[in-house]
């Protein structure tokens, strides 16, 4: 039933380490994105795909690498992981909306502690 | 670029009624959306103006000016449970594809 879905929810690891986060959606939608929320729950867009092209890059260090195998499934790779890091990632998902109410839905968060 | 304000907490009583401003200026505008957020859990869908005016939706209600760069949520008869954070998020355009820029939320308290 679960509708955007992402693993793991809580991750903790050492800087320096490298670390995935997966993201799935069953909606049939075609765009999924990638936000950050830190620790004063600010949610900023990182990344963006629309049927596995990237369309969004905000300004996100090289070591953050989004994936697209399928417009269902959005990856983050993360290399050389550092304490700034630690933050929720939010993976969502919506329909290609240009100036329609497409809402996007986003999953449950995933908790990435850097120690 | 975009800039979204809204005030950072606010406190109300069970079964009173609050509105959360949110004001924005943005590059581009296609749509404004108020999501809530509980502690620990992912933002979910309220609402989605795109003209000017009032949606109703039970207890909660949006209002958007475009002209003036402004909306509000108003949530009806609280209850305990509405304590929450409240998202504003603009939908600007980028490429042609929609992109949601949120502001950094209100966090409302229900007090009994």
């Known amino acids: 039933d679960t509708a955007v879905s992402q693993t793991p929810k809580y991750l903790v690891t050492q800087m320096g380490n490298d670390k995935s986060i997966k993201c799935e959606q069953n909606l049939g939608h075609d765009t999924m994105y990638w936000y950050k929320q830190d620790s004063k729950k600010f949610l900023k867009i990182m990344f963006s795909y629309n049927n596995k092209e990237l369309i969004i890059n905000e300004t996100v260090p090289n070591r953050f690498s989004p994936k697209s195998p399928d417009k269902a499934h959005l990856n983050l790779h993360i290399n050389s992981l550092e304490l700034g890091d630690s933050a929720v990632y939010f993976c969502?998902?919506?329909?290609?909306?240009?100036?329609?109410?497409?809402?996007?839905?986003f999953g449950e968060g995933s908790w990435l502690t850097v120690v | 670029g975009q800039n979204i304000d809204q005030p950072t907490e606010m406190t109300a009583t069970e079964g009173a009624i609050v509105q959360i401003n949110c004001t924005y200026q943005?590059?581009?505008?296609?749509?404004l959306f108020w999501y809530q957020q509980h502690a620990g859990e992912a933002p979910t869908f309220l609402s989605y103006n795109v003209l000017d005016g009032l949606e109703e939706k039970g207890r909660f209600s949006s209002f958007l000016s475009r002209s003036k760069g402004y909306s509000y949520l108003l949530l009806k008869e609280l209850q305990m449970k509405d304590s929450a954070s409240y998202l504003c998020a603009v939908k600007g355009v980028n490429t042609g594809f929609q992109k949601l820029v949120f502001g950094t939320g209100t966090r409302l308290l229900v007090s009994p």
């Open positions: 969502a998902s919506s329909h290609r909306s240009q100036g329609t109410g497409n809402t996007i839905y």
């Open positions: 943005t590059s581009g505008f296609n749509g």
